[in-house]
């Protein structure tokens, strides 16, 4: 039997992963990772559906602390948001869920690997990517992408292999995890057409604004009203709070690793809430330096994380960079929780540059003179006085 571990997520592509390749000649090991998108429950009825399908081992990841150490924690730091819109919530999971899987099979001694995406989107890249730089003497088998197989080619397979599953397609697909869930219908596959309200997971039922706070040090955050809270538990908690005011829905359009246009819909209500507040704590802590080189920086970490590019040098370089400039993200930010929306009202910290005694914009200046401005401003405007003396422009 040749050893193989399978990307596993309980969906009829996998499951029908499992049974193709145990019935090929594999001893197959089905592998989840836990990336906050599991319950319980689901991990167990999981795990049944696999052995029933002919898994020889069924393995649940918990990868939630290392998703935030390894991945979230830089996205926060950089307040990514790719088109200044989505959180990265599907991309940034698959990179996670590629390191632990080949980090597993590298474990068990397995000469094969599998995942049960399709040639048509971005998983396949980054699973793949992953797979070949850190484990290039694994073979990588994909039997959903290789023999282009439609649902009801897997569903006959299977039934025909006497496995009877409720395998009904629901009207939207759903990913959840730490970091958001992005949601997939129909609609998304036009570029006119908004998600109805039913189609997201977390549905209106709080409608008297709340007012919360959120801690940071060292732009992590570490409570919750005041709570202290280990930062995935800070998520989670927040992540509930706010669902009930239905926060956090969009619905991302961007350009594919495999170069079409790609359109989805997410709700991300702790993610946007936190990147927001973080960000407003940065405006007040940070020089315009400082939050300058961070903004291009962080897009293009944002950019190759999303593109599979995890592993290049340059993401370590970026994580530098990002994580030196939070020493001074300390503070509380204040904000108010409303139905679709919230607002930022302010923030507290100790190393608040918005200091009274240097001045108030628009209101007095303490630290300089009326002169002293008269000849900053002088000069200032120096170079652009020789420029349109000597190439003079009519506007």
Known sequence: MKKLVLAYSGGLDTSYCVKYL????????????????????????????????????????????????????YLLFGNVLKNNTYPLSVSAERIVQATELIKYAKNIGAQYIAHGSTGAGNDQVRFDTIFQVMAPEIEVIT???????????????????????????????????????SVGGDETLTSHLA?????????????????????????E????????????????????????????????VGDTIIGIK?????EAAAPLLL???????EKHVLSKWQQHHKEYLSSQYGM???????????????????????????????????????????ITSENDLMHPEFGSYGEMN?????????????????AQKIQHNVNPVTI
């Open 22 to 73: 145990s019935e090929n000649g594999y001893e197959v090991h089905a592998v989840s990772v836990n990336t906050g998108g599991f319950s319980e429950d689901e991990l167990a009825a999981m795990e049944e559906k696999a052995h029933k399908l002919g898994a020889a081992s069924v393995v649940s990841i918990d990868a939630q602390q290392t998703y935030y150490e390894k991945v979230i924690k």
């Open 143 to 181: 039997p959903i992408r290789d023999h282009q197989l439609s649902r009801q080619e897997e569903v006959a397979y299977l039934e025909g292999k006497g496995i009877k599953m409720e395998w009904t397609k629901a009207k939207y697909s759903i990913n959840k995890g730490l970091w958001g869930t």
């Open 195 to 219: 998600l109805p309200e039913e189609a997201y997971p977390n549905q209106l039922i709080k409608n008297d604004p709340e007012k919360i706070s959120i801690g940071f040090e060292g732009g």
């Open 221 to 252: 955050p570490v409570s919750l009203n005041g709570k202290t809270m280990d930062p995935v538990q800070l998520i989670k908690s927040l992540e509930k709070m706010a669902s009930g005011y239905a926060i956090g829905r969009d619905i991302h």
């Open 262 to 266: 790609g359109r989805v819909g997410f």
């Open 275 to 281: 990147i927001k507040a973080h960000h407003l704590l």
């Open 304 to 346: 190759l994380l999303h593109e599979g590019q995890y592993l290049d040098p340059f993401m370590r370089n970026a994580e530098s960079f990002l994580e030196d400039t939070q020493n001074n993200v300390n503070g509380t930010v204040y904000v108010t929780l409303h139905p679709y929306r919230f607002t930022l009202d302010g």
């Open 366 to 382: 303490s630290g300089w003179s009326a002169a002293e401005a008269k000849g900053f401003i002088k000069i200032n405007a120096q």
